[in-house]
Structure formats: structure tokens, C-alpha cells
């Protein structure tokens, strides 16, 4: 560990540790992070197909237009598979960041208006995992999420772009709705 580093949290109840530090020399609060095995298992099955599918097509009729959709879906789904493996979430005294893979979202906590529960219906909720932009209750929303893990939704003071809403998974809801809690109150 770090020098200058209090682990405030580590262990619950077997589950893969979580990784509550405080650290005084960035101003580190809270960072988690956060791997599916579903998720994962998902866009594997998905490259799988959608290679099996490209290997059929080129060998039956070579490469035409369906093999070449075959293989951008394959490509689309390897990516998945590669970028959307581990959710990144860290928590300093002024921001709130996400890093899924190469996509980063870092929001001031200045900025933050409202922080509760994700709530949706099912068709949302387990509407896929990744990054997914979607309307809600009439405001547009930008979704971190794996889908077997609760979701903390953050309303925004001024949108970024069209954005008015940003959600994302974590195993520790009630910490992670207590801190930014207490941050966005100061």
C-alpha cells in the first residue's frame, strides 16, 4: 500500500474485496472495482457465435456482404469482451470518475444535484451492460453498468451535452450513496 494510505474498508462477507482508501495525497476517498463474470461470459458467448458465423459464411460463399457483417460484429463483440471487463470507480473530494475500458467520465461533485437508488423497469435495468445512453422520467441518462450489480443514479446540476442523469453499478450501494452524500452536502 501507499504510504499515506488508510484502508477504511476491505472485506465483506467473502465476496471479492472492495478497495475503500483513503489516501491524503490525492485526495482519494472511495475506488472500487468492479468485474462480471456474466457480463463477460455474455460477450464471450457473442464473439464466439458471431466468429463461428464469419468462419460458415467465407468457407460456404467466401467473403461477401454477410461475411463482412459477420466480421464486424465479431469485432464489435471481441472489443465488448476487451473493454468492457472491468468498471473502474473513483471517488477524490471534488470528483466522481468511471473508467470502463478506454471510455472515462469524470463529474465534479460540485455538479451533482441528487444521488439515489437506480430504479428502472426490468427492461432497462437488465437491457444490457456496458455503456447505454437512454431517456428516463424525461431525462436523457448515460449508464455504467453490469447487470447482475445495484446501480446509483447521480442527477447533474448543469448537463454535460444532453446528459442530465449518469448511473453505474457497484457492490457497495450504501456506502457509495453515503459518501457522495456527504460530499455533495459540504
Known sequence: MPPGCVIACCRESGKRGINMIINK???LIYSEKLT??????LFLILTAIFLLLLIWRINFWGMDTLAIVFACIFFLFLFYVINYRTLQIRLTDNSLQLIFGIFHWTEKLDNIE?????????????GGAGIHFMMVNQRYRASFNFLEYPRVV????KKRGWVRDLSFSTRQLENILQII???IQK
Open 25 to 27: 495525497k490525492n485526495n
Open 36 to 41: 462480471s463474470w456474466i457480463t463477460t461470459r
Open 181 to 183: 452524500g456527504e460530499n
Open 114 to 126: 441528487t444521488c439515489s437508488l437506480d430504479q428502472l423497469p426490468a427492461f432497462y435495468e437488465k
Open 154 to 157: 447521480i442527477g447533474l446540476k
